[in-house]
């Protein structure tokens, strides 16, 4: 394995993490942000779905943006960008600032998130086995530490710019350091192309798209509900309603780290199907809890299984479309956001109308819905990734030194 590549795992790597640390610092401080800015429970929801709105136009943009210009150019100023506007979220005057602050927020991520994926997939062809996972696992990481300074931050009560402005100030120049060492995959040679002419056909891309949408609606379902559904329905303690997530996230971290040996051993279709059973089975557990322990348990379930659903559907775009994975990868990614804009208001109107353990089985069928379309995840004869890894690495790609 070349040092370019290595440099180049490395410093994407890093980026996956700060982007983890932004987001996190972002969405967990929301009623924080609410009360700086006198936001009305009735508008905050309009505040909270742009971003994601946003981060689809941001991400469809990013696909006609790379046929000009290589994604980590795009990656280079696009999270630089998301990290000022955190910033400028936490230091507006404000709601009309904040407005603009979590508006190109929403665009530099979903420009962020699609190039960034863009160079893992590129980056695993080039090595020729699954290293998709550990990319996420430094997402996850970095969300476990920008939530924890988070907590620092509302612990000491801390005013938002001055929580965001030290993690703003050692992240961006870190990442515009190590993004020197991107590296930027070439397109598949002609006789790997496959079936698929070096074009994206939605067609065969539609069933991953839904599963990225499923593994989202179970993802948006702890991150909105988890707290709530302890404290409300198990009867825990307001503190203990904090924890779920934070397991949520550990375990999530702790399958991705292990993920990749998994896909090497079994192959990537096998991974998913466990994945899809043990979240279903999480859901199962959470929603038929006795209290709150039991369901402590089901929310570390949920993390192990939904952790490895989407690493690999981005990862199986790029195999499916070898000579079209960036925009393959472009039009995936806004599935992430629809999955997100569907399933914390679905389970919310679910159990408001009915009832929250109930509404736990809606992302529980979805995310067994994934089992019809694990064969989309197999590595086929005609594209890299047979045998689930390649012996040496034939293609390095080329550097991004240049501006």
Request: glycine share 12%.
């Amino acid at each position: 394995m070349t040092d370019v590549l290595r440099r180049g795992r490395a410093s994407l790597a890093f980026s996956f993490f700060a982007q983890g640390a932004a987001f996190a610092l972002l969405v967990t401080r929301i009623p924080a942000v609410q009360d700086r800015y006198g936001i009305s429970d009735a508008l905050l929801p309009v505040f909270l779905a742009a971003v994601p709105v946003l981060a689809g136009v941001g991400s469809v943009t990013t696909e006609q943006l790379v046929k000009r210009i290589p994604p980590s150019r795009l990656l280079r100023w696009s999270q630089p960008v998301v990290l000022l506007a955190l910033l400028g979220a936490g230091a507006g005057g404000g709601i009309a600032e904040l407005a603009v602050a979590l508006g190109v927020f929403g665009l530099a991520v979903g420009a962020l998130d699609a190039s960034m994926n863009m160079l893992g997939v590129s980056l695993q062809r080039s090595y020729g086995r699954s290293i998709m996972l550990s990319f996420h696992a430094a997402y996850s990481l970095g969300g476990i530490v920008g939530a924890s300074l988070a907590w620092v931050g509302a612990h000491w009560q801390l005013p938002l710019w001055v929580s965001y402005l030290p993690v703003v100030a050692v992240l961006l120049p870190a990442a515009l350091v190590g993004s020197r060492w991107y590296v930027d995959g070439d397109a598949a040679p002609l006789e790997d192309q496959g079936a698929t002419g070096g074009g994206v056909v939605f067609k065969l891309l539609l069933p991953l798209c839904l599963v990225m949408t499923f593994a989202y609606v179970g993802d948006s379902t702890v991150s909105n509900w988890s707290a709530k559904y302890l404290k409300d329905v198990l009867g825990s303690s307001e503190q203990l309603a904090t924890v779920p997530y934070n397991v949520y996230m550990v375990t999530t971290l702790v399958g991705r780290a292990l993920g990749d040996f998994g896909v090497r051993r079994f192959g990537a279709a096998a991974v998913v199907r466990l994945g899809a059973l043990v979240a279903a089975g999480g859901f199962a557990v959470v929603a038929s809890a006795p209290g709150a322990w039991v369901g402590m348990l089901g929310f570390t379930l949920l993390g192990l299984g939904l952790c490895v659903l989407v690493p690999q559907t981005f990862a199986a775009a790029g195999r499916l479309f070898p000579g079209a994975s960036d925009a393959a990868i472009a039009r995936l990614n806004i599935f992430n956001y629809v999955g997100f804009l569907v399933g914390s208001p679905l389970v919310g109107a679910l159990g408001d109308a009915w009832s929250y353990r109930g509404a736990m089985f809606v992302p529980m069928v979805l995310v067994l819905v994934t089992l019809v379309y694990a064969r989309s995840f197999a590595a086929q004869p005609d594209r890299y990734g047979g045998g689930h890894e390649r012996p040496r690495t034939a293609d390095v790609g080329r550097g991004s030194n240049g501006l």
